[in-house]
């Protein structure tokens, strides 16, 4: 009986002690000086550049088949989101995680998983920000959101 007593004491104190909820988000931010500048004439080669970087952003893991068809939303610089009921948001995320000058050179790519259809609200579509490398030219996922 006196273990039992302890052991329901013990369990009622980790109820009350608080444990965090939520996982600090996986942001890499870079800094504005490794960032080439970008307009909308780059979209194509952003687009283009998404057919390795979904794949290796999203393929990983058990779930890897669930992303393997997709099909891009949205693709825009940051500051081209601004008035955008549902995209601005995630501008005022990239300025928090990484600072203005960061997203003003950074894009946010919306995407639609099909395969998620009528299996996960929350894994049909996916967000993710990124920049391109003014050294090495390439676009990269500095966050992935969903």
């Known amino acids: 009986m006196k273990k039992l007593s302890i052991f329901l004491s013990s369990f009622l104190l980790l109820l009350m002690i608080p ?4 996982a600090e988000p996986d ?4 800094t504005v000086d490794q960032l080439a500048e970008t307009s909308l004439d780059d979209k194509d080669d952003l687009l283009e550049a998404l ?18 068809e997709w099909e891009v939303k949205t693709a825009k610089p940051f500051p081209k989101t601004v008035g955008e009921e549902e ?3 995630y501008y005022g995320m990239a300025k928090n995680f990484c600072d203005e000058e960061v997203a ?4 946010l790519v919306k995407l639609y998983f099909p395969r998620w ?3 996960s609200a929350s894994a049909l579509e996916g967000q993710i920000f ?8 390439d676009w990269f996922v500095w966050f992935r959101y969903h």
């Open 117 to 119: 259809e009528g299996k």
């Open 104 to 107: 003003n050179k950074s894009w």
């Open 19 to 22: 444990l965090p909820i939520g």
């Open 27 to 30: 942001v890499k931010c870079p």
């Open 87 to 89: 995209e601005e948001a």
């Open 130 to 137: 990124l920049a391109k490398s003014k050294e090495k030219g």
């Open 51 to 68: 057919e390795k970087i979904v794949p290796d952003t999203y393929g990983e893991g058990d779930y890897g088949n669930f992303y393997s």
